[in-house]
Structures are given as structure tokens and as C-alpha cells.
């Protein structure tokens, strides 16, 4: 079977900026991926290719389709998030669920009305009523009302307080995510989605900097904190980054060897976010 | 064609001033016909003064006719220069692509809200609204003339004028309605601007460089060239509506509006073809940026 996203040399360029720079990549079914990158690294860039909001050049399948070419065919099998503020102000709840229920064939109506039942949010209400809490609500409800096999998340929870993220991210997991989904996010806040991805793609000035499964980077990584006095030691096995905190320096090894570094000191596998900082920091040294 | 049926609604839904304010203008003239003060000036006899209210009554309904489209065909330009433009600037367009529509099925589907839906909702309410006032103006007559003033023949015509008039005015300005939907699918702010100033500049750089005036030629003839087309102009449309008192209290019935109609000449012209073929070119180039410009 063939990868559900398949990106080779996929470029983007507005004027003389490039957002995307032969960036490749693969997202298989199933997988709950992270593209992770500081701002303005091309993050959005390749979503918008993905789903096909915007031309691009190299090589491009989601679903088998050329996105931007087969947009409408595409969303009949994924569906997207891009930032929760976009349901139109003017909009009714129920005319909400009324028109997608309307034009989307894999919508089904009576699950977006059971999520919406959870909530406190009646179907009078116009979008422009609603918190930006409620709005997520809604459009969480529709969208996981869509048997979808791909789902692309925007910075979902940008401008959210702490309580709906969370809401947000459970409602993700616990009542839409299984074995024949996929989940694309984007976010700048690794911290927030670390716990609930299968794979990460980092990507940094429009290119794949990693693209790896959590398990491997299990193997493929290691930290170890360390003394001062032990710093020539450690400095010996070749990290690619360290950082200084509270007296100690944790150093940060690709493909460590672990039973040199085990007498060092506490070898544990990094964090997403520990990798993003320590991976993106590399390139600027 | 279900998802056709859904864009109009949701288009409903968002524009709500379709139906209010032909809804407002049918209140008001209803409103009109139950407390207006009206006299018949100059009538000798009975049968005198009954022509005169019918050919009157003629003319109203042409009147109010005209005054609905006037006022739609206001609405149905701004809209069409708004559409596009809207969703862009509140960001809902990411909302709205994210169904499986593609973007023809999108601004075609606005086209024919302007062009098509929007003139049919003000010819339903012109209809309604002369019917009531028909009615109301009758039952008002009655102690004067005796009778009722109803004349279907007349109500008709004024039903084959409304959809001659959204057949070919949509195909006539096809070009003008593409222009107004590239600008809005392009702007990045002040629509009306990007509307007229490009065509304007265009005018003035013509005239300067070259001393010719064929854009502001091509235009006009666009814009004045509608009646001439699509009307057997030497009658005038003008004459629907004067009814005359002649001589001796004769008075001339009011014509045949369908007699004015021409359909044959209007769709053989090439006039209209080339306009609706740059029309459909202006529209694809609509569809082009419609895919590829999401936000402002």
C-alpha cells in the first residue's frame, strides 16, 4: 500500500521567498504525525499543499490525488482544521450541520449532534455568539462527524485557554482517532501534542530536518546530563548539542554509544521538545 | 444539483438583504396602496374612466417591475464584486474549502445566485406585490367604477418581460459580471476601486498614447448597448408606458409588451456571443484565483 502522503521535492515559493524547499516526506495510515517547526518554517506552507488550498512545485499524493488539481475529490476523504476562528460569523449551528450533512457525502449528522449534545451550545446560535472555546467545540464536532481518512490540524488550538486545549486534544484521541485514520497537526507548541504522537516531522527554512517514529528517536537519541568535570568525557562521544542547566550540561547524542555514555551519567531519551530545541539549534551553531 | 441547492441556501443564509429588501419595498408599496389618496382627472364618463385606471394600472405594474430590477440589479452588482471577496477577508474560506466543492461548482454557483436566483426572487415579490395592490386597489375602486380592474392579459406580458428580461440582461452582461467576480476572487482590499480604476486607467492610457477610444467605446456599447439588443428600439420601451388620451376622450389601449421583444435579432447578434465568450474567459480566470488565493 502505498504511504498516505507522499511529498518529494515539494517546493513553495511566494516571490523570492521559499517556504518550501524541496521538502520530502511520507505519512502513513494510521499515524498521528507532528510537523513541528518555529515560525515561519514552511509548516503552513506544506498543509496548504497537502490539502491543496495552494500550487506548489515537486511531487505531491494525499489519497492517491494531486491536491491541488483534485481538491474537491480529496476532501471527500480528509478533511481539515486550519486555525478554529474560521466558521463565518453569520452562521447557524444547525445550519452548520445542515449543510455539510447537505454536500459532504461521508458527513453523518446524528454523531456531529451527539458531540454538540456534550456541550452547552444550542443550535440557534450564530458563530459570532460563540466563544472561541464553543467555536472549537463546533467545528471539532463537525469534522470528527466526517468519516475521514486523513485529518489535517492547523495550529488547531492557537488562542485557546488551557482548559479547551486539553478538551481539545482529548476529544482527538479518545473519540475519533483508530486504526484507519491518520492525523496531520502542525503546531509550534511541542509540549501540547507530544504525548499523542506516533511520529514527528521537524522542519526548519522550508526542509524535513527529521522525520522519524517516536519509538525510533528512542534509539536514535539519547540524553545524558552530566557535571562540569565530566565534560571533556562526555564532549568525547561527539554530541550535536548541549545545554546548560542549573550546573549540570545535558549533551545530546545521535546514535549514541550507550555503555560510555552510561558511566557519564543518566542516560534518558529526549523529549520531542528537548530534540526540537537541540536539533534546530544545531543548524544555527 | 443537491450541492446547488445548498450553496443558494447557505448564500441565503449569509445575504440576507436577497429577500429583506425586496421584502421592505413590497411593504411599502402595499402600504402605499391601502392609505394613497388617488383621483382620476379629466374623465367624462364611466367607460372613459375605466380605461384610463386600466392603462394605469398597466403602467404601475410596469413601474413596479422596473423599480424591483433597478434595485436588484443595484444589489445583484454588489454582490457579485463582494462574493469572493468576503469569505477572504473573515478567513471562512478555509471553512468552505474544506468541503468537497470544488471551486467552478463555487463561483459558478454565485454567478448564477446574481444573475439567475437573485432576479427571480425580486420578480416573485414584483408579482405578489402587484397582485396584493391589484387587489387592494380594486376593492378600493369599487365604489367609483363598480367593478373590479383586473386584467390578466396585461399581468402576462409583465410575466413574460421579468423572464425575458433575466434571460438575456444575464447572458448581455455576462462580461461585466465575470469582470466584477475576477476582481473579487483578486483584491486584496477596496473591490470597488480594483473594479473601475483598472478599465478607467486603461481608457486614459488609450486616449493619451494612442488617441483612440475603443475600451471606452467597447464599454459603453456594453453597458447602453442592452435595450437597442435585446428591444425593438424604434418602437421605444418608452411607449409601454404612455398610455395617451387622445382626442375626444379615445384612449389608446396598452400595447403589447412581448411585441417589443427581440429575441431573434438579440441571440443571432454577434454582439452577444463575443460579450458572453469574454464573459466565460473572465470567469475561469475567476475559478484560477479562487483556487490558488485563499486569504488576504
Known amino acids: ?285 | 444539483m443537491n450541492v446547488a441547492i445548498w450553496l443558494v441556501r447557505r448564500e441565503f443564509w449569509e445575504n440576507r438583504a436577497i429577500w429583506v429588501i425586496p421584502a421592505a419595498l413590497s411593504i411599502l408599496l402595499i402600504l402605499a396602496s391601502l392609505f394613497g389618496g388617488y383621483q382620476v382627472v379629466g374623465a367624462v364618463d364611466l367607460a372613459t374612466v375605466r380605461s384610463v385606471v386600466e392603462a394605469g394600472a398597466f403602467d404601475g405594474m410596469i413601474f413596479i417591475s422596473a423599480t424591483f430590477y433597478l434595485i436588484m440589479a443595484i444589489y445583484s452588482t454588489w454582490y457579485l464584486l463582494d462574493c469572493l471577496y468576503a469569505d477572504r477577508k473573515d478567513r471562512s474560506i478555509l471553512f468552505w474549502k474544506s468541503m468537497p466543492i470544488s471551486d467552478t461548482a463555487t463561483v459558478v454557483g454565485k454567478l448564477g445566485l446574481g444573475l439567475i436566483v437573485m432576479p427571480l426572487v425580486y420578480f416573485v415579490f414584483a408579482d405578489l406585490t402587484t397582485l396584493l395592490m391589484a387587489f387592494i386597489i380594486s376593492v378600493r375602486a369599487r365604489t367609483s367604477i363598480g367593478s373590479s380592474l383586473w386584467r390578466g392579459d396585461l399581468w402576462l406580458q409583465i410575466q413574460a418581460m421579468w423572464l425575458y428580461l433575466i434571460v438575456t440582461s444575464a447572458v448581455w452582461f455576462l462580461p461585466l459580471s465575470g469582470w466584477l467576480l475576477l476582481v473579487s476572487a483578486w483584491a486584496k482590499r477596496a473591490v470597488i476601486l480594483w473594479a473601475i480604476l483598472p478599465p478607467l486607467a486603461l481608457m486614459l492610457a488609450e486616449r493619451v498614447f494612442l488617441g483612440t477610444y475603443v475600451v471606452a467605446r467597447l464599454l459603453g456599447a456594453r453597458i447602453g448597448g442592452y435595450l437597442s439588443h435585446a428591444f425593438i428600439y424604434s418602437a421605444g420601451p418608452a411607449n409601454w408606458v404612455t398610455t395617451q388620451v387622445g382626442h375626444e376622450s379615445t384612449i389608446e389601449a396598452p400595447v403589447s409588451v412581448s411585441r417589443f421583444f427581440n429575441a431573434e435579432y438579440f441571440f443571432a447578434s454577434p454582439e452577444t456571443w463575443i460579450g458572453a465568450a469574454v464573459g466565460v474567459v473572465l470567469i475561469a480566470g475567476a475559478v484560477q484565483l479562487r483556487m490558488r488565493r485563499t486569504e488576504i
Open chain 1, 1 to 285: 500500500m502505498p504511504p498516505l502522503i507522499e511529498a518529494r521535492d515539494l517546493t513553495k515559493r511566494y516571490g523570492k521567498h521559499v517556504a518550501l524547499d524541496r521538502a520530502t516526506f511520507t505519512v502513513e495510515t494510521g499515524r498521528i504525525v507532528g510537523l513541528i517547526g518555529p515560525n515561519g518554517a514552511g509548516k503552513t506552507s506544506a498543509l496548504r499543499a497537502v490539502l491543496g488550498l495552494t500550487a506548489y512545485e515537486g511531487q505531491l499524493r494525499v489519497l492517491g490525488r494531486e491536491p491541488f488539481r483534485e481538491r474537491a475529490a480529496l476532501m471527500d476523504e480528509a478533511c481539515f482544521i486550519a486555525d478554529v476562528a474560521v466558521l463565518p460569523s453569520w452562521l447557524r449551528v444547525d445550519n452548520a450541520i445542515d449543510f455539510v450533512a447537505g454536500v459532504h457525502p461521508r458527513f453523518r449528522r446524528d454523531r456531529a449532534q451527539e458531540l454538540l449534545a456534550k456541550t452547552q451550545i444550542t443550535g440557534n446560535r450564530r458563530m459570532r455568539e460563540l466563544s472561541k472555546g464553543m467555536k472549537t467545540q463546533v467545528h471539532l464536532a463537525l469534522t470528527m462527524a466526517v468519516d475521514a481518512k486523513l485529518l489535517v490540524l492547523d495550529e488547531p488550538t492557537l488562542g485557546l485557554d488551557i482548559l479547551s486545549r486539553s478538551a481539545f486534544y482529548d476529544a482527538l484521541v479518545n473519540d475519533y482517532m483508530d486504526a484507519t485514520r491518520t492525523i496531520l497537526i502542525t503546531t509550534h507548541q511541542v509540549e501540547e501534542v507530544e504525548n499523542l504522537l506516533t511520529d514527528v516531522l521537524f522542519i526548519d527554512k522550508g526542509r524535513i530536518v527529521l522525520a522519524s517514529s517516536l519509538e525510533d528517536i528512542a534509539t536514535r537519541y539519547a540524553a545524558v546530563a552530566v557535571a562540569a568535570d565530566a565534560l571533556g568525557a562526555a564532549r568525547a562521544e561527539k554530541p550535536f548539542h548541549e545545554r546548560r542547566m542549573l550546573g549540570k550540561v545535558v549533551l545530546y547524542f545521535e546514535n549514541p554509544n550507550l555503555p560510555a555514555l552510561e558511566r557519564l551519567g543518566e542516560v534518558h531519551t529526549p523529549s520531542v521538545a528537548d530534540l526540537f530545541v537541540a536539533k534546530l539549534s544545531r543548524g544555527a551553531e
